[in-house]
């Protein structure tokens, strides 16, 4: 068969649904390719992870026989079939990113937040689903995709994993600092840690005090490896966005501004998240109410 692959949100980030299929029918002998709107393919397959909110579905010309569409920007019911969904990923396919292991070790978490689709598509506990193995082979770095890996029952078994192995571990989509008990901190300490993600997404939880704990037992001391999520847009006032932001930079973090529909947020979200995000200016400019988005250019003159 001939196959051909759409990344729909586009090559800056690998698509792990894609390079399993990827490797999955290349083991059976097929030949796999990324899509050519030229040519007719046996099967297509588009992933796309984001939703129209965030992304633009696919709007070129598709010849072939079949297609599926699949990911949580086509809805939340399809689902690999279990010997695609183990399948060691294809990362030949992305050689722009190539050192570096992408993988899942567990699904679900308990949290259900509204603005998140998680509880919904993978259930509200979270369960470890495979073992390292399946997606490292001895990659210098490894990126975790895992919703909430400290809520998993086998937190330890899994973490132990990625302490054995040696590599550089990004944990990119946030670990729960409530759930971050001394014992769990300390092994954490013995991953040797690119990055650490956590959230702060509602202004109501004050998780001041969770955040000094972790800071007080972390092996992790350089504040660019303790990354910070902060959600904002999403019913916060920018009072309270900016209370998080300056309470974790206080704290030791590196904050984040995540936000919510960027295309509803009012201007001054949008500010917020461009002198936050850029790390020059949120260093240069200490208060959010003397930045403006011509700082570097009017700095450069003034030199």
């Not at 068969?1 to 097929?30: E, F, T």
């Not at 509200?124 to 490894?142: H, M, P, T, Y």
């Not at 937190?155 to 001394?182: K, S």
């Not at 998780?207 to 902060?230: G, H, I, N, Q």
Request: with cysteine; glycine share 6%; aromatic share 12%.
């Amino acid at each position: 068969m001939k196959i051909g692959l759409i990344d729909v949100d586009g090559h800056r980030w690998p698509n792990l649904c894609l390079m399993k299929l990827s490797a999955y029918h290349k083991a059976r002998g097929d030949c796999v390719e990324w899509h050519d709107g030229r040519k007719h393919y046996d099967l297509v397959y588009m992933s796309r992870v984001f939703t129209d909110s965030y992304s633009k579905d696919f709007a070129g010309t598709v010849h072939a026989d079949r297609i599926i569409r699949g990911g949580t920007g086509y809805g939340l019911d399809n689902r690999l079939p279990d010997e695609i969904e183990h399948a060691f990923p294809d990362y030949s396919i992305y050689p722009q990113f190539s050192g570096t292991a992408y993988g899942i070790l567990t699904r679900g978490c308990p949290r259900g937040c509204g603005f998140c689709i998680v509880a919904k598509k993978e259930g509200r506990r979270s369960i470890a689903v495979a073992d390292l193995s399946e997606f490292w082979n001895g990659e210098k770095e490894i990126k975790l995709l895992d919703a909430n890996l400290l809520a998993c029952p086998d937190w330890e078994r899994l973490l132990r994993q990625l302490a054995d192995n040696g590599a550089n571990v990004d944990f990119t989509q946030g670990l729960d600092i409530r759930l971050a008990t001394p014992e769990k901190i300390e092994a954490l300490n013995r991953v040797k840690t690119k990055m650490l993600h956590f959230a702060w997404d509602d202004p109501e939880d004050d998780l001041t005090a969770y955040f000094k704990k972790f800071a007080e037992l972390t092996s992790v001391t350089d504040d660019r490896k303790r990354r910070v999520y902060v959600l904002t847009n999403y019913g916060s006032t920018l009072e309270q966005d900016l209370y998080r932001i300056y309470t974790l930079r206080d704290m030791g973090y590196d904050p984040y501004v995540m936000v919510f529909e960027k295309h509803t947020a009012p201007p001054e979200t949008r500010r917020l998240q461009q002198w936050v995000n850029n790390k020059w200016f949120f260093r240069a400019v200490p208060d959010f109410k003397d930045f403006d988005t011509s700082y570097r250019r009017k700095r450069k003159k003034a030199v």
